[in-house]
Each structure stands twice: as structure tokens, then as C-alpha cells.
């Protein structure tokens, strides 16, 4: 009976169906930054609104290749970083910025960043991916820290959120003599969520056999006394 209670309470803990939030202001900031032995440095910066926003830069030396991207767009941003070296040294990092505020909806109470990091590294090869967040209410912090993968938060409606969000990925590689790969990203999707139906179905219809049980169970131990 335990295990099923478990099972139901699970399942409405991690069913939610995800939506778009409605932002009251955005500012996007993304910046792209690359070096490479042998090459000329690469720079580049996007902000908005409008949106979408992006940023690219590329270095390419003869034995020494650096790359990075940033994307910015409505409850979405995207980082990436590449460096390849061959005798040299390369690096490059992306990084993209949102700052927004919002009211929650009392039917959809949980903030969510789904983030997704990946990376890559062989030889001297270096990387790093990383996403800090800020949620604020008026003056009162809520969270202020990094966060490593999916995280949402319960937020109580008719009341003016601000979230701050720097997203970033850094490689790099190479040193005299040493050959290096390094490849990192991320992403975050920025949504609003919901407990689905499903769920709450799932769990009366798990809490009612259990009832059953139990007063069976004690009707059998009254007959016994």
C-alpha cells in the first residue's frame, strides 16, 4: 500500500505540463569572445528587444580554431563555445544575459528553467557551463544561486517577479607542444507549469483501494477480538 501511495505522490510531483510566461519587460544582452594563436581576436555583442538576439565569433589560426555563439529569444537561451589547438593556444566563451519581471498566474504557480549543459574535452582541451539566477520580489531575494540542471520554484500570484539570468560556456585548449579539443553549451527553456490532470486522477484513484484496504483490514481485526 506504501509503495503505491509513493508511486502516486511521485507522479503528481513530476507531471507538470509546461508554458510560455508572459513577460511585462525583458532586456536580452549576448556576447560572443574568441581567441587563437595566429589569428586575429573575435568579438561580437547583441542586445534587445527586439528579439531574437545573437552573437558569433570566430578565430582561426593555422593550427588553432576558436568559436563561440550566444542566443537569446523569449524563454530561451543558448551558449556555446568551441577551441581546438595544435600547438598553440585557444579559447572562446559565450554568454547570454536575460532580465525580465512577470506575475504568475495562480493556475500555473511553478517557475521553471529547464537546463541542459554538455561538454566535451580530450588532451588539453578545458570547458565550463554554467547558469546563475536571481528571483527577486521587490526587494525581498528569493534565490540567488547556481543551478545545475531542472529547478522550478513556487510562486504565490499577483505578485511582480524579477528574474536575472546569466548563462555561459567557456573552452579552451592548448598549450606549446600540447594538442587539445573542447566543446561545451547550453541551453535553458524559461516556462510556467501546471500539475496536469492525469496526475491527480492517478493519485485518488491509488488513495482510494488503499481506504478499502484498511477498513477491510480492521473489520477483520474486530471480528478476531
Given amino acids: 500500500m506504501k509503495r503505491v501511495l509513493l508511486v502516486c505522490v511521485a507522479a503528481l510531483a513530476l507531471s507538470t505540463e509546461a508554458r510560455a510566461i508572459t513577460f511585462l519587460t525583458t532586456q536580452f ?5 574568441t581567441t587563437a594563436d595566429g589569428a586575429p581576436p573575435g568579438i561580437d555583442h547583441a542586445s534587445g528587444p527586439p528579439t531574437p538576439v545573437s552573437a558569433e565569433a570566430v578565430s582561426v589560426g593555422a593550427a588553432n580554431i576558436a ?4 542566443i537569446g529569444a523569449p524563454g530561451l537561451l543558448s551558449t556555446s563555445a568551441e577551441a581546438s589547438a595544435g600547438g598553440g593556444i585557444a579559447s572562446a566563451a559565450g554568454t547570454s544575459h536575460f532580465l525580465g519581471t512577470f506575475l504568475m498566474s495562480a493556475a500555473e504557480p511553478l517557475l521553471v528553467l529547464d ?14 557551463t554554467f547558469l ?5 520580489a ?13 529547478w522550478s520554484y513556487i510562486l ?28 561545451s553549451s547550453g541551453l535553458v527553456a524559461i516556462t510556467s507549469a501546471v500539475p ?14 488503499i481506504a478499502v484496504m484498511r477498513k477491510r483490514a480492521a473489520q477483520v481485526r474486530g471480528r478476531v477480538a
Fill in 156 to 183: 504565490a500570484p499577483g505578485v511582480t517577479y524579477s528574474l536575472d539570468l546569466t548563462l555561459s560556456s567557456e573552452a579552451s585548449a592548448g598549450l606549446p607542444a600540447t594538442f587539445g579539443d573542447a566543446s
Fill in 67 to 70: 568559436i563561440a555563439g550566444a
Fill in 115 to 128: 537546463f541542459s549543459p554538455t561538454s566535451f574535452a580530450s588532451g588539453s582541451g578545458v570547458t565550463s
Fill in 29 to 33: 544582452d549576448v556576447n560572443a569572445v
Fill in 138 to 150: 521587490g526587494a525581498t531575494t528569493l534565490f540567488d544561486d547556481l543551478i545545475t540542471g531542472r
Fill in 132 to 136: 546563475f539566477a536571481s528571483l527577486t
Fill in 196 to 209: 496536469l490532470p492525469a496526475p491527480w486522477f492517478l493519485l485518488l484513484t491509488g488513495l482510494g483501494p
